[in-house]
């Protein structure tokens, strides 16, 4: 839902972006369009009546009839006034029939000059032409500068949206499409882990920047998973390395132990068997790790009593750690699983819990429809919400168990955690604010065909 949010909104800016773009750049335009388009269709107008006006003075100097001259145009709605020296009207279109000149303008013979005169509500544009001792008075009216004007304003205000509209639906499409590649790398980086490295992401056909970014991202995979490869195998073979001197070290414990030595000493091989076996533990964790990173861990199927696990675990930690008060509640229950994995899982728990428990431990199991539970807990400090998940990672321990003597190994969450994911289950931290819990959860063996592997 976040990728598709965050693929979404990248979308969407997109084409937000290209839509605004666009719209400025219109608006800039359309601006430019209307003056330009009244600054012609002024000048359409000025000819008009310097037509007008050129055929009156023709007519006054030719002596020519001027009636015909005087009727208005209905295309054009042009009028004239034909007025003497003294500024008396001598002739006119019958729409000025009894007005006074329509202006002041007075320019001499051969001459000619315009203006503006604004009548029966609407502006005209005047032209004056001196003719002989006559001045002819021309008159277009400029409504059809307004009506284009307007309808170019029209045009713009209508088609800008749309056209922003457009391309903000076409940037969308386009690069979402363009993203469609990229999603495809996301989705198959993010199934990649430790186990899946031969995997690499999908190279789109086309020959661009997404292409090159899948392929350098391919080769950077590459050199993981060769690096990956070596990194087992050094800790597979030096596993097996260790395991002749320390069996060796451990045999020589054995016999130190049986024989009649001073106090400091016998403590020293008393240390020597602890080191020795923790040492051992941490060779079989490796040797695990190694072998699940190699292969998926393979689970033997039989029936698997959880409860007898937990008294068994309960038994031992009670030996083990006789000043630990251990309580909880066990209820029958059985999985098909790998016993003697799940039991690995159960002690490398207790053992952690053991190891950061202030005088409590708690092992309780019980069943419901769907899946199996236990769950291990200890009154020592609570885990932070921060380090839940980063527990479970390798060789990671918490700054408070690194004071403490005999602590782990920082592998065995891990290793717990890949066996109950192996068997379908899960194994999770719950949320407390004093102590610490871990669940596992695992299918019944009614359902355990469907659960996740």
């Given at each position: 839902?976040?990728?598709?949010?965050?693929?979404?909104?990248?979308?969407?800016?997109?084409?937000?972006?290209?839509?605004?773009?666009?719209?400025?750049?219109?608006?800039?335009?359309?601006?430019?369009?209307?003056?330009?388009?009244?600054?012609?269709?002024?000048?359409?107008?000025?000819?008009?009546?310097?037509?007008?006006?050129?055929?009156?003075?023709?007519?006054?100097?030719?002596?020519?009839?001027?009636?015909?001259?005087?009727?208005?145009?209905?295309?054009?709605?042009?009028?004239?006034?034909?007025?003497?020296?003294?500024?008396?009207?001598?002739?006119?279109?019958?729409?000025?029939?009894?007005?006074?000149?329509?202006?002041?303008?007075?320019?001499?013979?051969?001459?000619?000059?315009?203006?503006?005169?604004?009548?029966?509500?609407?502006?005209?544009?005047?032209?004056?032409?001196?003719?002989?001792?006559?001045?002819?008075?021309?008159?277009?009216?400029?409504?059809?500068?307004?009506?284009?004007?307007?309808?170019?304003?029209?045009?713009?205000?209508?088609?800008?949206?749309?056209?922003?509209?457009?391309?903000?639906?076409?940037?969308?499409?386009?690069?979402?499409?363009?993203?469609?590649?990229?999603?495809?790398?996301?989705?198959?980086?993010?199934?990649?882990?430790?186990?899946?490295?031969?995997?690499?992401?999908?190279?789109?056909?086309?020959?661009?920047?997404?292409?090159?970014?899948?392929?350098?991202?391919?080769?950077?995979?590459?050199?993981?998973?060769?690096?990956?490869?070596?990194?087992?195998?050094?800790?597979?073979?030096?596993?097996?390395?260790?395991?002749?001197?320390?069996?060796?070290?451990?045999?020589?414990?054995?016999?130190?132990?049986?024989?009649?030595?001073?106090?400091?000493?016998?403590?020293?091989?008393?240390?020597?068997?602890?080191?020795?076996?923790?040492?051992?533990?941490?060779?079989?964790?490796?040797?695990?790790?190694?072998?699940?990173?190699?292969?998926?861990?393979?689970?033997?199927?039989?029936?698997?009593?959880?409860?007898?696990?937990?008294?068994?675990?309960?038994?031992?930690?009670?030996?083990?750690?006789?000043?630990?008060?251990?309580?909880?509640?066990?209820?029958?229950?059985?999985?098909?699983?790998?016993?003697?994995?799940?039991?690995?899982?159960?002690?490398?728990?207790?053992?952690?819990?053991?190891?950061?428990a202030a005088s409590e431990v708690s092992i309780t199991v019980g069943g419901r429809e769907a899946y199996a539970e236990i769950v291990i807990a200890n009154d020592g400090p609570?885990?932070?919400?921060?380090?839940?998940?980063?527990?479970?990672?390798?060789?990671?321990?918490?700054?408070?168990?690194?004071?403490?003597?005999?602590?782990?190994?920082?592998?065995?969450?891990?290793?717990?955690?890949?066996?109950?994911?192996?068997?379908?289950?899960?194994?999770?931290?719950?949320?407390?604010?004093?102590?610490?819990?871990?669940?596992?959860?695992?299918?019944?063996?009614?359902?355990?065909?469907?659960?996740?592997?």
């Open positions: 839902m976040f990728s598709l949010r965050r693929r979404l909104g990248v979308r969407l800016r997109s084409a937000l972006a290209a839509a605004v773009v666009v719209a400025i750049a219109s608006l800039l335009a359309g601006v430019a369009l209307f003056v330009i388009a009244r600054i012609i269709l002024l000048d359409n107008v000025t000819a008009v009546a310097n037509d007008k006006a050129a055929q009156v003075a023709a007519a006054v100097t030719g002596g020519s009839d001027l009636a015909g001259l005087l009727r208005p145009s209905a295309r054009e709605r042009t009028v004239v006034q034909v007025i003497d020296a003294s500024g008396r009207v001598v002739a006119a279109s019958d729409a000025l029939a009894g007005q006074g000149p329509i202006s002041g303008l007075r320019p001499r013979p051969g001459q000619k000059a315009t203006g503006r005169w604004e009548g029966a509500g609407e502006p005209f544009r005047v032209v004056a032409v001196g003719a002989g001792d006559r001045i002819v008075l021309v008159a277009v009216s400029e409504d059809s500068v307004d009506d284009g004007t307007e309808a170019v304003l029209g045009a713009i205000l209508l088609g800008l949206p749309l056209l922003a509209l457009v391309v903000g639906i076409a940037t969308f499409w386009f690069v979402g499409r363009t993203l469609r590649p990229v999603e495809a790398m996301r989705k198959q980086a993010a199934s990649i882990t430790s186990r899946n490295l031969h995997e690499r992401l999908p190279v789109p056909p086309t020959d661009d920047e997404i292409a090159a970014l899948a392929s350098t991202m391919n080769t950077m995979l590459d050199r993981i998973e060769a690096s990956a490869a070596a990194q087992r195998r050094f800790v597979g073979d030096a596993s097996h390395e260790l395991r002749s001197p320390l069996a060796t070290v451990q045999a020589n414990a054995d016999l130190l132990e049986g024989a009649d030595l001073p106090a400091s000493a016998s403590r020293s091989v008393g240390r020597i068997r602890t080191e020795s076996a923790r040492m051992a533990r941490l060779v079989d964790d490796l040797l695990l790790l190694a072998r699940m990173d190699d292969n998926p861990l393979r689970v033997r199927r039989q029936d698997v009593d959880l409860d007898d696990l937990a008294y068994t675990e309960r038994e031992r930690l009670a030996e083990l750690h006789p000043g630990l008060t251990v309580r909880g509640t066990v209820e029958p229950v059985r999985v098909s699983g790998d016993a003697d994995a799940l039991l690995r899982v159960v002690r490398n728990l207790v053992d952690n819990a053991a190891r950061h609570p885990i932070r919400s921060a380090d839940r998940e980063r527990i479970f990672d390798r060789f990671v321990r918490l700054d408070d168990s690194r004071s403490r003597t005999g602590g782990g190994t920082g592998l065995g969450l891990s290793i717990a955690r890949d066996i109950v994911v192996a068997h379908g289950g899960t194994l999770t931290v719950d949320d407390r604010d004093e102590g610490a819990a871990m669940r596992i959860r695992l299918p019944r063996p009614a359902v355990f065909s469907s659960a996740p592997r």
